[in-house]
């Protein structure tokens, strides 16, 4: 099951001069094991970086229009996630096209993997590495008849991904 994340967004706390700390963890104590922060906030928190490593969190950062900021803090131990129907992983064959998709900006990396899929026959495999877990990829895999497989590198800041091409269900 894909990483869910909770928004908290700290910038009309800040606006009104309110500490959004608290609220922070607040939000971060309800999280669950799969469950992670998407926080919104006017400026890079770095020092919430290494509070939310020691609470056992990595993080992805995202400079918005504006200069505002998405920071997504999603657990260390996530582990592996996968589509709801994925079949045994030992009969899936050797990846057949590997894509390194970490400098492009979304969504150029959903396009290109679903435009590298469509030329891909049944049941071969493709790799990828992104910037960012592709959280609207996920749906759009599975609704095309696809399975998919990824976890985040050791350091949080690359989403793997392998995707077994299934047949169009569109």
């Known amino acids: 099951m894909p990483l869910t994340y909770t928004e908290l967004d700290v910038r ?3 606006a009104a001069g309110v500490e959004p700390f608290i609220a922070i963890m607040t939000a971060v104590d309800k999280l669950g094991p799969t469950e992670g922060l ?8 770095q020092p919430l970086f290494t509070v939310m490593e020691r609470k ?5 950062i995202v ?3 504006g200069g505002d900021y998405e920071v997504r803090f999603f657990p260390k131990d996530a582990g592996v996630l996968a589509s709801d129907n994925v079949d045994d992983l030992a009969t899936w064959p050797e990846p057949v096209v590997d894509l390194d998709l970490t400098d492009l900006d979304p969504p150029q990396p959903m396009m290109e993997i679903l435009e590298t899929l469509e030329a891909l026959p ?3 495999v493709l790799f990828a590495v992104l910037a960012r877990e592709p959280l609207l990829l996920f749906p759009e895999l599975v609704r095309r008849g696809h399975q998919w497989v990824g976890n985040h ?3 949080g800041s690359a989403f793997r991904i392998m995707i077994r091409r299934g047949e169009v269900t569109q």
């Open 122 to 124: 049944a049941g071969n």
């Open 56 to 60: 056992g969190y990595l993080h992805e």
């Open 63 to 65: 400079e918005l229009a």
């Open 12 to 14: 009309p706390l800040l």
């Open 38 to 45: 998407r926080l919104l906030a006017p400026f890079k928190p």
């Open 153 to 155: 590198d050791k350091t």
